[in-house]
């Protein structure tokens, strides 16, 4: 194997292009590129939070007062859906999703990442789309289903414990279940049916977010990618020329290329907000439980 860099034209260097898939970096045994850029985002988030909090002041630096600023945000924003009590249990999950998938939605347009890897012929920052056997040395983590998947069951879980915890057993499978709005006598009884069956539902809808929340992340920074990689391959497409095709290939995903930046941050957003509403959802307690 050799690494691959560029065959066709500077105008692919900016671009990410790849299968849905996260193949094995070659020599690397069964660590996939999606999980390398991981463990990359991971250890930059770590060094500089490490690095803005090693030495906190009253009046702080630059980094000190950003990461406070950030922290502080995201705190009072899930505060505002899940309340005040459960708040403190659920936002170091939810501030670390949110912080993660930005970081790596953003660390996926870093020129390089998806364009350089393996392959049997050698150029310049760029894939041959003849080449078959290339090999991304670097993918986007969220564009991987297994990474977007498990980021979601590990809050499905989190999230089952806190209910639990908040609701119990029993205030779950009523919360479920059971006519809610202080319902009593032949009332009760007489929507417990409708009630029942709408909690079916409910408990199907459960076991379907994690799909939810993975695929949508994972389709939209698929989808990204994708399109970005169309946008700097259509001057080949219109067969208009190497030169041409190269100024194309760097003017014309320009425009695209911010708005994958603005649907990075809104997918966090997104996935976080959803996240946070689950919770709210199972923890809200009805007036007459007080």
Known sequence: MQIQLIDQGFSHAILAAGGINAPHIPGLGSLSNSILVAVIVTVAILLF??????RMALVPDGRQNFVEFVIEFLYGQVEEIVGE???PKVFPLLATLFIFILSANWFGLIPGVGTIGFGEKIGFLTIDPHDHDFVPLLRPATAD???????????MVVWLWITIRETGVIGFIKHTFAPKGGLTGIMWWGLLPIFMFVGVIEIISILFRPVSLSFRLLGNVYAGETLLHSMGNIGELMDLGPKLSAVLGVLVPLPFYFMEILVGLIQAIVFTLLCAVYVQLSTAHDEDDH
């Open 85 to 87: 009590k459960i708040a």
């Open 49 to 54: 939070t490490r690095m803005a909090t090693r």
């Open 145 to 155: 289903l297994n990474m977007t998947f498990a980021m979601a069951a590990v809050f």
